[in-house]
């Protein structure tokens, strides 16, 4: 009987160890799943920041765009008003009756106020260098003596621009 005793003692010892194995297989199996999850919330979390701020970069860079696309059109109606400003300087130029004179000078200076409003200002470069940048040569003629070559002698067409940017270039006749 002491052997059966033994035999059965045996039997219960080695169950609870096969007990223990299968519990730390099944734990190492469920770390390991947990450990999986972890990182893959870790990898869509990493994911999710990435999108969002891509989708911000997007956001910002499409206002901007659109901002900028709104002012290049302000600019451009702006523009095209130019024409009409030099042709009142004209008829101002050539006209004899002052009363018609003084009707052409309260027009043109409500359009200077509206091309300051706009921020637009007048490109004078009368006995400046020339530069390329601003004005545009359409024709050279000789220096006198004493003057410098490359020197702005005559404005034939005014130009404009808004802060940095050129609206239209100044059409100048230069000394050669």
């Known amino acids: 009987m002491e052997n059966e005793e033994l035999k059965q003692e045996e039997t219960m010892q080695e169950e609870p160890c096969k007990q223990e194995e299968s519990k730390k297989k099944k734990c190492n199996k469920k770390q390991a799943e947990i450990d999986a999850a972890l990182a893959e919330a ?5 994911k999710w920041y990435a999108v969002t701020a891509e989708y ?5 860079r499409t206002q901007n765009q659109a901002a900028q696309r709104y002012q290049e059109g302000r600019n451009d109606v702006v523009a095209s008003l130019f024409p009409i400003g030099d042709n009142l300087e004209r008829a101002m130029a050539a006209c004899a009756d002052e009363n018609t004179k003084q009707g052409l000078d309260m027009i043109l200076k409500s359009y200077k106020k509206v091309l300051e409003g706009e921020g637009v200002e007048e490109i004078e470069p009368v006995g400046q260098a020339f530069n390329a940048d601003t004005m545009e040569a359409i024709m050279a003629m000789p220096a006198a003596e004493g003057e410098e070559s490359g020197l702005v002698k005559q404005v034939y067409v005014k130009g404009y621009k808004k802060g ?7 059409q100048v006749i230069v000394t050669q």
């Open 164 to 170: 940095d940017k050129v609206l239209r270039y100044a």
């Open 56 to 60: 911000e970069n997007y956001r910002r």
């Open 42 to 46: 870790e990898e869509s979390k990493r």
